[in-house]
Each structure stands twice: as structure tokens, then as C-alpha cells.
């Protein structure tokens, strides 16, 4: 997926999230969303998300040679998180170590890929890129708080 198009699709899904009125349940039933307003299977705007983000992104990228071109650099906060990893072409990942090596995202091709939601409790993580050879020069930590 390009980066443009995760762009658009994070676009929509946070004006589908504006579209909310507050003091309204924040989960509409389908028979309470007029007709109008219902996509084509039934299902309301916001309703059937895209693989897009959940919680705060967290960019990395990866170049052609064993290194991360984009890590993050601020600590970020606790709670709902999605790694996303953009590549040009070598295969690299993502790995959590404090979260029993859990792959947060991976890419086997060039492009913007995402990875599953993750709940990301506070605390200092070692993350790495677990390839044969690359977690020696792809190695780093971030902070959540
Ligand atoms: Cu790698």
C-alpha cells in the first residue's frame, strides 16, 4: 500500500471519527444509521475499518542495506498501537523484545506495510529486525509512557 493511500485511509477514518456527535453512544447501531448513510453492505461510514492504523502509528523504515532509516525518536504513549514499516525492496521487521519477540510488522517487498493492532503497556523497549544477520546493525530502544 502506498503511502499516499495509508494517508487518504487514516484521513477517512479520522473524519469518520469527527463525524461523531458527542453525547451520542460512540457506537451507533446499524437500524439507527439512516439509509443514506449506510455503504453498501449495510455497514455504517466507520463502521469496517481498513487495515489502517488503531492508536498511535509508529513509523519505521527500513533502506535496501541492514539499517532502519526512520525509528522513533520520541517516546510514545501507552495504549493501542500500530507499527507500520515502509522498505525498498529488502525484507526486514519489527520485533519487540520485552513483549516476548512479538513481530509488530514485517515487509518482504517495497511499500508501506502495516502490522496488527498492539497494546503497548509503558516502559522502555528493545525493538530489532530479527532477518538472519540485521539485528546486529538494526537494534534500538523507544520509550512508552
Ligand atoms: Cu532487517
Same mark, same amino acid.
Given at each position: 500500500?502506498?503511502?499516499?493511500? /495509508? %494517508?487518504?485511509?487514516?484521513?477517512?477514518?479520522?473524519?469518520?471519527?469527527a463525524?461523531c456527535? $458527542?453525547? #451520542? +453512544?460512540?457506537? *451507533?447501531?446499524?437500524?439507527?444509521?439512516?439509509?443514506?448513510?449506510?455503504?453498501?453492505?449495510?455497514?455504517?461510514?466507520?463502521g469496517?475499518?481498513p487495515?489502517?492504523?488503531?492508536? /498511535? %502509528?509508529?513509523?519505521?523504515?527500513?533502506?535496501?542495506?541492514?539499517?532502519?532509516?526512520?525509528? $522513533?525518536? #520520541? +517516546?510514545?504513549? *501507552?495504549?493501542?498501537?500500530?507499527?507500520?514499516?515502509?522498505?525498498?525492496?529488502?525484507?526486514?521487521?519489527?520485533?519487540?523484545e520485552?513483549?516476548n519477540?512479538?513481530?509488530?510488522?514485517?515487509?518482504?517487498?517495497?511499500?508501506e506495510?502495516?502490522?496488527e493492532?498492539?497494546?503497548l503497556?509503558?516502559?522502555?523497549?528493545?525493538?530489532?529486525?530479527?532477518?538472519?544477520?540485521?539485528?546486529?546493525?538494526?537494534?534500538?530502544?523507544?520509550t512508552?509512557?
Open positions: 500500500m502506498s503511502r499516499t493511500t /495509508t %494517508l487518504l485511509l487514516t484521513g477517512v477514518a479520522l473524519l469518520a471519527l463525524g456527535t $458527542p453525547g #451520542e +453512544p460512540a457506537v *451507533a447501531p446499524n437500524d439507527q444509521v439512516a439509509a443514506e448513510d449506510r455503504t453498501e453492505e449495510g455497514v455504517p461510514p466507520g469496517e475499518q487495515a489502517a492504523a488503531v492508536g /498511535t %502509528l509508529i513509523p519505521f523504515a527500513a533502506s535496501q542495506q541492514i539499517e532502519y532509516t526512520q525509528v $522513533p525518536t #520520541e +517516546p510514545v504513549p *501507552a495504549g493501542p498501537a500500530t507499527f507500520s514499516l515502509t522498505c525498498e525492496g529488502l525484507e526486514h521487521n519489527v520485533v519487540l520485552e513483549l519477540d512479538l513481530l509488530a510488522v514485517e515487509c518482504d517487498e517495497a511499500g506495510f502495516t502490522g493492532p498492539i497494546d503497556p509503558a516502559g522502555t523497549y528493545t525493538y530489532y529486525c530479527s532477518i538472519p544477520g540485521h539485528r546486529s546493525n538494526m537494534q534500538g530502544t523507544m512508552v509512557q
